[in-house]
T-cell receptor, first 116, second 110 residues
């Protein structure tokens, strides 16, 4: 396992279309995160999974956004009715669950979304 | 809610010089992380600081954490061009969340 894998790496879509991104975390990492990063900014937290349970969703995540992690392994992030403001890099990260202590997160290469 | 601020936002420095990036955070957090990001690439973990007074060093980079001052620093010694990148600090919020600063874009000039 070489790390967190995301696909596609790039996605160009027309406004109003739906898009879905996939993330494969590092094997045996229980924790999975989605972040969004716009140009010149730091990553912003979107949502968090502990195994298959989605434990937190940011207020940034409108009802057009949905994330799943059905078997506690890979995760998908879907954006419905895309808007130009959704254009960003979507980053997935995973970390092991060592008790309750926070550990470093390992990030994937990201999916760059452009809405035209 | 935890807020993380970095300064400077941009840093242009000559090779061989020393400099420090500062990371302030707004509420109690005993976990602080430093990441590096190259253009178009993902984030690479540099340091994990888990206690007050923690200091870690790797090559020309040294990170420290002062939880009482809510401050972490990333010190660069004798900068080289390969260190050019954007550096992010992130505070641990709760038991699992990471809150990132806006980043410091470092350019090392030959």
């Amino acid at each position: 396992d070489t790390g967190v894998s995301q696909n596609p790496r790039h996605k160009i879509t027309k406004r109003g279309q739906n898009v879905t991104f996939r993330c494969d975390p590092i094997s045996e990492h229980n924790r999975l995160y989605w972040y969004r990063q716009t140009l010149g900014q730091g990553p912003e937290f979107l949502t968090y999974f502990q195994n298959e349970a989605q434990l937190e969703k940011s207020r940034l995540l409108s009802d057009r956004f949905s994330a799943e992690r059905p078997k506690g392994s890979f995760s998908t992030l879907e954006i419905q009715r895309t808007e130009q403001g959704d254009s960003a890099m979507y980053l997935c990260a995973s970390s092991p669950n060592i008790g309750a202590q926070n550990t470093e997160a390992f990030f994937g290469q990201g999916t760059r979304l452009t809405v035209v | 809610e935890l807020k993380v601020e970095q300064n400077p936002l941009f840093l242009s420095m000559q090779e061989g010089k020393n400099y420090t990036i500062y990371c302030n955070y707004s509420t109690t957090s005993d976990r602080l992380y430093w990441y590096r990001q190259d253009p178009g690439k993902s984030l690479e973990s540099l340091f994990v600081l888990l206690s007050n007074g923690a200091v870690k060093q790797e090559g020309r980079l040294m990170a420290s954490l002062d939880t009482k001052a809510r401050l972490s620093t990333l010190h660069i010694t004798a900068a080289v061009h390969d260190l050019s990148a954007t550096y992010f600090c992130a505070g641990g919020a709760g038991t699992y969340k990471y809150i990132f600063g806006t980043g410091t874009r470092l350019k090392v000039l030959a």
